[in-house]
């Protein structure tokens, strides 16, 4: 919520807004294999022992074409490396000596989209499985050199910066969650759920300098700051994010009760060899272009988009759930169509 909403209708801890995420994957590969073409394009714009990245985009109150933020996720091992990794801060403390009793870690840099960019998924918002084609025509046609950058996030052109590091905003994954910071998995913070999930089942993250104080993206010009963990199970995700009036210490959004964001899945988007069950596939011509999308519950298919809603069926939901939970969402346009996939 920015700080020019209204006040949200009380409800679980307070109240919540509505929220979604697309998570699409463009690629993994160990660090040490950069042969894919997918590989070899991204990984120029991103920390170079990076294994895995994900592209992000949420949007309030089912209406994918209202995105709020877009981010691109580059997930690395941090379970045995001594340093953070190129382009990461030096000062994040990842490489504690005591890494060994840590166990499995998985640190994930934070990176916001170039206007033209961000633009360009924008114009996509409802058609998630165009958005990794899209990404790589237009990193495809960038600027190139014969040389490529191994320690910054700068692509093969310093003038070319397709992502931008969020310095200072590392996260952290592991097995166990933190006692302290992730108490909301326990106890009261889920009294309310109608299905008990256990914290040793979840990965759990933190943001390892603890918070940090970055540009707002509802209010252009002012800065917020934000503190936040994460528990991720295999069906659901929490975000227990919060942020701040970096001067005053107002809450701008999140829950003043300790109790997060928590999503479910709706839908995974997956290779054609594994909608099929195909388990012999050794997913060599696997590719993040030939992503399809499988609907995993019904019941929630209706925040995906008119595609999977009515405009009846649309206000009825919202109104399940108390209304519209942001301003910019007050007037949602109706569905063009009068049923589901029209």
């Not at 801890?13 to 073409?37: K, N, Q, R, Y």
């Amino acid at each position: 919520r920015t700080a020019h909403d209204p006040p949200l209708t009380p409800r679980e801890g307070g109240g919540h807004e509505h929220i979604h995420c697309t998570l699409v994957p463009i690629h993994d590969v160990a660090a040490s294999s950069s042969s894919s073409p997918t590989s070899s394009i991204i990984r120029q714009y991103v920390r170079n022992d990076t294994q895995m990245v994900r592209l992000a985009a949420f949007y309030f109150d089912g209406l994918p074409e209202r995105i709020f933020r877009v981010r691109l996720y580059a997930l690395w091992d941090a379970s045995t490396s001594a340093d953070t990794g190129a382009g990461a801060d030096t000062d994040t403390g990842t490489g504690s000596d005591d890494a060994q009793d840590q166990g499995e870690r998985v640190g994930m840099t934070l990176y916001s989209l170039s206007p033209e960019v961000e633009g360009m998924l924008r114009g996509l918002s409802g058609r998630p499985l165009e958005w990794v084609p899209a990404l790589l025509r237009y990193l495809q046609s960038a600027p190139s050199s014969s040389s490529s950058s191994s320690d910054a996030n700068i692509g093969t052109d310093s003038t070319f910066q397709p992502f931008l590091e969020l310095h200072g905003c590392d996260v952290e994954w592991r097995p166990d969650p933190d006692p302290d910071r992730h108490a909301y998995a326990y106890g009261k913070a889920q009294a309310s759920s109608s299905r008990r999930l256990q914290p040793d089942e979840a990965h759990h993250a933190v943001m390892v300098n603890g918070e940090a104080t970055i540009p707002s993206l509802m209010n252009p010009g002012s800065m917020i700051r934000v503190v936040d963990e994460l528990s991720l199970w295999e069906n659901d995700f929490w975000i227990n994010d919060r942020g701040f009036d970096p001067d005053s210490g107002d809450f701008v959004y999140g829950n003043q009760r300790g109790v997060p964001y928590k999503m479910r899945r709706v839908s995974s988007l997956l290779q054609p060899s594994a909608l099929a069950e195909e388990d012999e596939d050794d997913g060599a011509n696997e590719s993040p272009l030939n992503l399809q999308r499988r609907i995993d519950n019904e019941a929630l298919a209706w925040t995906l988009g008119d595609e999977y809603r009515t405009s009846e069926e649309y206000t009825a939901a919202m109104e399940a759930i108390g209304g519209v939970s942001a301003q910019m969402n007050a007037r949602p346009p109706a569905a063009s169509s009068s049923s589901k996939g029209g």
